[in-house]
């Protein structure tokens, strides 16, 4: 089922469009520059939409500048006080986050819907297993999917009391059979675009696991629009993990995707610090290209022939082979060179 789309500034989130890479600022969003430099860095790095914290006004003055430089769309994050979203709306913010049911009496969620709905600025509706509202929770008993997808429904129902409907919902977890429930069913029960992530995910190796297992898994049943992983660590490293997660699943096949085998007692040569060399030096190759590193012949040019280029080990050799064909042995120092040769070649040809 397609979802419904809604454009994040110039970036269409849902209906069939790419998956839309986010990540969100550590800066402190009052120092614009500071925040601005990240954004670069995050921008520079692949990611489409970039949110900011906006905990007071002076951050939501901050917006202003931000907004108005950043090379990416901005969304604000939004906390309980409904005075912020609306001071981010005119700061030129380019989606909310918020939960309506967390900013007071209607009145406010009307307010906050009216200025967006002017603007055609989207709020995404942020749910995660701790916020999930007093009675809901009594209800289930924990905060189980159904909890998280009753939440996030009921702070639809409030936008849509005001007419407003440029909505994109998360329901995350930082559990992630939990996470991935709660989308399953969210995904069942209505066509909003859905933004994935695991939340709380753990560091840069634990949670790029959590993340690629919750959010990979969905994207591989066709369920989500946008992406976020969630990483104790430099947020640029956010973009690296969620764009390995996208090749993962066939998603993203820009750039040079490396298969590799685990090697065994076969290997005869340095299989793992070749496999690694390789990887290094195809980083940020402009080709769409498989090239395989396979540790002896028995895991070579057969079981990798869908391989544009590949190698395969021997005794202290190695051999070349492209779509299953062998080429030449070589011996294993100049394995990687002979190799980048052959990949520059192919590109070559590519045009």
């Known amino acids: 089922m397609k979802t419904k789309q809604i454009f994040v ?42 949110r900011c914290t906006v905990p007071d006004m002076a951050a939501a003055e901050a917006m202003k500048t931000i907004c108005a430089h950043s090379p990416i ?146 994207l591989a049943l066709g369920i989500g629009d946008t992406i976020r992983v969630s990483l104790t660590a430099d947020p640029v490293h956010e973009i690296t993990a969620a764009y390995a997660i996208l090749k993962a699943v066939g998603l993203n096949d820009t750039g040079v995707n490396i298969v590799s085998c685990p090697t065994c007692g076969r290997t005869k040569i340095d299989l793992i610090g070749i496999a690694n060399e390789v990887e290094r030096r195809v980083a940020g190759l402009d080709a769409k290209l498989k090239v395989a590193v396979m540790g002896c012949v028995v895991n070579g040019p057969g079981e990798a022939r869908e391989a544009d280029i590949g190698i395969a080990g021997g005794d202290g050799v190695g051999m070349i082979f492209r779509h299953g064909e062998i080429l030449r042995k070589v011996p294993q120092e100049q394995l990687v060179d002979e190799l980048m040769k052959e990949i520059h070649a192919i590109i070559k040809e590519q045009g």
């Open 73 to 218: 769309p901005v969304v604000a994050d939004i906390h309980f006080d409904y005075r912020l979203a609306l001071a981010s709306a005119e700061a030129g913010v380019s989606a909310i986050r918020i939960n309506p049911g967390n900013i007071g009496a209607e009145e406010r969620v009307k307010a906050v819907a009216e200025a967006c709905r002017a603007k055609h600025i989207p709020i995404r509706i942020g749910v995660n297993s701790g916020s999930i509202e007093k009675h809901i929770l009594e209800k289930y008993g924990s905060p189980t999917p159904e909890a998280m997808v009753e939440s996030a429904l009921y702070h639809v129902s409030l936008l849509n009391k005001y007419d407003f409907d440029d909505i994109c919902i998360s329901l995350k977890s930082s559990s992630v059979p939990t996470t991935m429930r709660a989308y399953q069913l969210m995904h069942e029960k209505t066509n909003y675009p859905l933004h994935l992530g695991v939340t709380e995910a753990g560091t840069e190796y634990m949670g790029t696991i959590k993340s690629a297992a919750g959010i990979g898994g969905l």
């Open 9 to 50: 500034g110039n970036v269409p989130v849902g209906g069939g469009a790419p998956i839309a890479v986010q990540s969100m600022t550590n800066t402190d969003t009052r120092d614009a520059q500071a925040t601005l430099a990240q954004i670069e860095r995050l921008a520079s790095a692949g990611c489409h939409i970039v």
